[in-house]
C-alpha cells in the first residue's frame, strides 16, 4: 500500500492535536523508509518481476526487519520513547502524542495485510501474510480512496483552520494523493531497476511529508 497508509496518519492527528501531521506521515511510512535503503545495502530483499501483481512488480522476498509484525511493533515501541522522552517531553499530553506517533508506524503493518501477497511474516520466514488484494488494480485504487476520504472527513471534523484556505488544502492534498495513485496505478510503467525504485520511493515519503507539515500548519 502506499497512499492508503497516510489515512492513518490524517486519522491520528484527528485523534490527538498535538501531534505533527508531517510526522505522522514519516510514522506511517516509516518502515518502508527503512526498507528500500535495506534492499540496496543487501540486508533485505525485493525483487522486480514484470507484472508480479495486478498493482506492481514487487516481489516483497524478504524483509523480517522492517515488515515483520515484531520488527513493526519494536520500531513504534521506540518511536513511542522518543516522543515521550524527547520530542513531545515537555508537553502536557506527551502520553498521548507518544501514542498516535507509535500506532501511525504500526498501523502500516496492518494495512500492508490488506493489500500484499502472502510476504509479511510475524517475526521472520513462515507463516507469513497477506490477503492479496493488489492482484486487482479497481478494488486496491478504491480501497485506498475509500480510506483516504474517509480519514480526511474525520480529520476535517477534528481540526479547525487557522485561515480559510487550510481546509482546501487539505483537500486539495487528499486529491493530489490519490491522483499520485492513479498515475501510479494506470500511467506510469513499472520501474526495474531497483536503484531506481529505492530513491523514487524514499523521495516521494518525504516529498509527501513535507506537503503534509505545510498543510498540518494550516490547521490547529
Ligand atoms: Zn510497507
Given at each position: 500500500m502506499f497512499v492508503g497508509h497516510y489515512a492513518a496518519a490524517f486519522a491520528l492527528k484527528g485523534k490527538e492535536n498535538g501531534?505533527?501531521?508531517g510526522m505522522l506521515f514519516i510514522?506511517?511510512?516509516?518502515?518502508?523508509?527503512?526498507?528500500?535503503?535495506?534492499?540496496?545495502?543487501?540486508?533485505?530483499?525485493?525483487?522486480?518481476?514484470?507484472?508480479?501483481?495486478?498493482?506492481?512488480?514487487?516481489?516483497l522476498a524478504y524483509m523480517p526487519y522492517t515488515h515483520g509484525l515484531l520488527g513493526t511493533l519494536i520500531w513504534s515501541v521506540l518511536f513511542y520513547a522518543l516522543y515521550f522522552f524527547f520530542f513531545a517531553k515537555n508537553k502536557v499530553n506527551k502520553r498521548s502524542i507518544a501514542m498516535v506517533m507509535a500506532l501511525g508506524?504500526?498501523?502500516?503493518?496492518?494495512?500492508?495485510?490488506?493489500?500484499?501477497?502472502?510476504d509479511l511474516p510475524l517475526i521472520n520466514g513462515e507463516p507469513k501474510f497477506g490477503f492479496g488484494?493488489?492482484?486487482?488494480?479497481?478494488?486496491?485504487?478504491?480501497?485506498?480512496?475509500?480510506?483516504l476520504i474517509a480519514s480526511l472527513i474525520y480529520y476535517l471534523k477534528k481540526t479547525t483552520e487557522k485561515a480559510k484556505i487550510g481546509k482546501y488544502l487539505a483537500i486539495g492534498f487528499?486529491?493530489?494523493?490519490?491522483?499520485?495513485?492513479?498515475?501510479?496505478?494506470?500511467?506510469?510503467?513499472?520501474?526495474?531497476?531497483?536503484?531506481?525504485?529505492?530513491?523514487s520511493?524514499?523521495?516521494?515519503?518525504?516529498?509527501?511529508a513535507g506537503i503534509a507539515f505545510w498543510v498540518g500548519y494550516k490547521r490547529t
Open positions: 501531534a505533527s501531521l510514522a506511517t511510512q516509516f518502515v518502508d523508509i527503512l526498507f528500500f535503503p535495506l534492499t540496496l545495502l543487501g540486508i533485505e530483499r525485493l525483487n522486480l518481476v514484470e507484472n508480479f501483481t495486478a498493482v506492481n512488480n514487487f516481489d508506524v504500526l498501523s502500516h503493518w496492518f494495512a500492508d495485510l490488506l493489500v500484499h501477497t502472502p488484494l493488489w492482484q486487482n488494480k479497481e478494488l486496491t485504487f478504491a480501497l485506498e480512496a475509500i480510506l487528499v486529491g493530489f494523493l490519490l491522483l499520485v495513485n492513479f498515475l501510479n496505478f494506470y500511467v506510469l510503467p513499472q520501474d526495474d531497476n531497483l536503484v531506481s525504485v529505492a530513491i520511493a524514499v523521495l516521494a515519503y518525504f516529498v509527501l
